[in-house]
């Protein structure tokens, strides 16, 4: 009777309840029905749409920076302050009068520089691309966040759905762990299938803390994002789905598009800037000059009209030089943003091949694994239930078709990250 009885209760193993990526009763992906009320769960688009409306300082400086720069283009794009000269000249020392010499004068002046060829017009474009360069350094820490949440929010996915495996899978052990103590009371049973099965309880309550540990560890991740509602929520176990990912090719075509590589042609188009304001080096500046002094008396005043302009004779060792430092910075932008597009590329093959190779593995156990785990903690029930298997053999066999639903869910949960990587390189209307 007792044999029966454990046998029963092993069934526990092999039946344990479907799929913990289910939904829920309302067929509502975005509410879960829990002590007989319906609560608000986090979707992924949900945790996408918190963090990018959140007050993240990481999204918001690039904009102030662009800002910045935008105001410094008008700034640079004016002539330099006139400059203002006041001199009371030949003034005696004796009297300190004003009309006792004819030489005595006040004099006021005023001069304007105006700087070398199209300097100032320029220091205005430089300024702009700086700016422009902001704007897509802005763009790419959405695109950045947007993954990153995603990433986040699916690792949680897969903890929620594999911690609802690993519980019903303890439970069924804790039970049958019951049954054995109550069948080796009598004598019928060794104490080796007790050990036995108190050992696989304890490393499954082990998995479970190591579960927790890491969910504790990304919820307080998504919360960095997104704030409080992480933790006031309850995060969805749905699968979600994404927008399909683009052709590779159209794709490769559309990665000089991408925000990292506009971010570096805006560099590149400053240090363009550079050189040619180093060119105008080369081009004499000019300063007008206006006096007028004023002499007591009957003596005539005075007026005067310069004009003052840089002479660049000796260019060897200063214009000469500022240009080819000008020419070597534009170099390395061009070649950083070189270096930008060839890892953006090396990305998005590793990706795709990723994701395309992960739905090969997801069909396999989907199909094979699975179903022979499945097969096989039957067959070994059967076994055990005949008496020609022992009792650790078939924990072995439900652990491996645990080990296999957990392996599954990964995989399914990887694939999507590799998605959400694809359409990080891609861009989206939506983000």
């Given at each position: 009777?007792?044999?029966?009885?454990?046998?029963?209760?092993?069934?526990?193993?092999?039946?344990?309840?479907?799929?913990?990526?289910?939904?829920?009763?309302?067929?509502?992906?975005?509410?879960?029905?829990?002590?007989?009320?319906?609560?608000?769960?986090?979707?992924?688009?949900?945790?996408?749409?918190?963090?990018?409306?959140?007050?993240?300082?990481?999204?918001?400086?690039?904009?102030?920076?662009?800002?910045?720069?935008?105001?410094?283009?008008?700034?640079?794009?004016?002539?330099?302050?006139?400059?203002?000269?006041?001199?009371?000249?030949?003034?005696?020392?004796d009297s300190l009068s004003y009309s006792q010499e004819p030489m005595t004068q006040l004099q006021l002046g005023l001069s304007q520089a105006f700087p070398k060829g199209d300097t100032l017009k320029l220091r205005r474009s430089k300024r702009k691309a700086q700016a422009q360069g902001q704007r897509y350094i802005?763009?790419?820490?959405?695109?950045?966040?947007?993954?990153?949440?995603?990433?986040?929010?699916?690792?949680?996915?897969?903890?929620?759905?594999?911690?609802?495996?690993?519980?019903?899978?303890?439970?069924?052990?804790?039970?049958?762990?019951?049954?054995?103590?109550?069948?080796?009371?009598?004598?019928?049973?060794?104490?080796?299938?007790?050990?036995?099965?108190?050992?696989?309880?304890?490393?499954?309550?082990?998995?479970?803390?190591?579960?927790?540990?890491?969910?504790?560890?990304?919820?307080?991740?998504?919360?960095?994002?997104i704030g409080s509602r992480a933790f006031s929520s309850k995060l969805s176990n749905i699968m979600p789905t994404l927008r399909h990912p683009t052709d590779l090719t159209a794709v490769l075509d559309m990665l000089e598009m991408h925000?990292?590589?506009?971010?570096?042609?805006?560099?590149?188009?400053?240090?363009?800037?550079?050189?040619?304001?180093?060119?105008?080096?080369?081009?004499?500046?000019?300063?007008?000059?206006?006096?007028?002094?004023?002499?007591?008396?009957?003596?005539?005043?005075?007026?005067?009209?310069?004009?003052?302009?840089?002479?660049?004779?000796?260019?060897?060792?200063?214009?000469?030089?500022?240009?080819?430092?000008?020419?070597?910075?534009?170099?390395?932008?061009?070649?950083?943003?070189?270096?930008?597009?060839?890892?953006?590329?090396?990305?998005?093959?590793?990706?795709?091949?990723?994701?395309?190779?992960?739905?090969?593995?997801?069909?396999?156990?989907?199909?094979?694994?699975?179903?022979?785990?499945?097969?096989?903690?039957?067959?070994?029930?059967?076994?055990?239930?005949?008496?020609?298997?022992?009792?650790?053999?078939?924990?072995?066999?439900?652990?491996?078709?645990?080990?296999?639903?957990?392996?599954?869910?990964?995989?399914?949960?990887?694939?999507?990250?590799?998605?959400?990587?694809?359409?990080?390189?891609?861009?989206?209307?939506?983000?």
């Open positions: 009777m007792f044999r029966s009885t454990a046998a029963s209760l092993a069934v526990l193993l092999v039946t344990v309840p479907g799929s913990a990526l289910q939904e829920n009763s309302a067929g509502n992906p975005e509410l879960v029905q829990e002590k007989g009320h319906f609560q608000e769960v986090l979707t992924i688009d949900d945790a996408v749409r918190l963090a990018l409306a959140s007050d993240d300082p990481y999204l918001s400086q690039p904009g102030e920076l662009a800002l910045s720069f935008e105001a410094t283009a008008v700034a640079d794009g004016q002539l330099p302050d006139p400059k203002m000269r006041l001199n009371f000249a030949n003034w005696p020392l802005q763009d790419l820490r959405i695109r950045e966040v947007t993954l990153d949440t995603r990433l986040i929010w699916l690792d949680l996915n897969y903890l929620t759905a594999a911690r609802m495996k690993v519980t019903e899978s303890r439970q069924a052990v804790a039970e049958l762990v019951e049954v054995i103590q109550a069948i080796f009371a009598t004598g019928r049973q060794t104490s080796q299938d007790i050990l036995r099965a108190e050992m696989e309880l304890s490393l499954l309550d082990d998995r479970l803390v190591e579960i927790d540990r890491k969910t504790s560890m990304l919820r307080a991740k998504l919360a960095r994002r925000p990292a590589a506009k971010m570096q042609e805006a560099m590149v188009e400053a240090a363009d800037s550079d050189v040619k304001i180093a060119g105008e080096q080369y081009k004499p500046g000019w300063a007008v000059n206006v006096g007028y002094g004023a002499r007591g008396g009957d003596r005539s005043d005075f007026a005067s009209v310069g004009v003052t302009m840089d002479v660049p004779l000796f260019t060897a060792k200063r214009q000469d030089q500022r240009l080819l430092a000008a020419k070597k910075s534009r170099q390395a932008s061009r070649l950083s943003k070189d270096t930008v597009l060839l890892e953006l590329r090396k990305r998005l093959q590793v990706s795709r091949a990723d994701w395309d190779q992960l739905k090969e593995r997801v069909v396999l156990y989907q199909g094979v694994v699975l179903e022979r785990a499945k097969e096989t903690s039957e067959a070994t029930l059967n076994s055990y239930q005949s008496g020609v298997s022992d009792f650790p053999e078939l924990v072995r066999a439900r652990l491996a078709e645990l080990d296999a639903e957990l392996k599954l869910l990964r995989l399914k949960a990887d694939r999507l990250k590799a998605q959400a990587q694809l359409l990080f390189l891609e861009g989206e209307n939506d983000a």
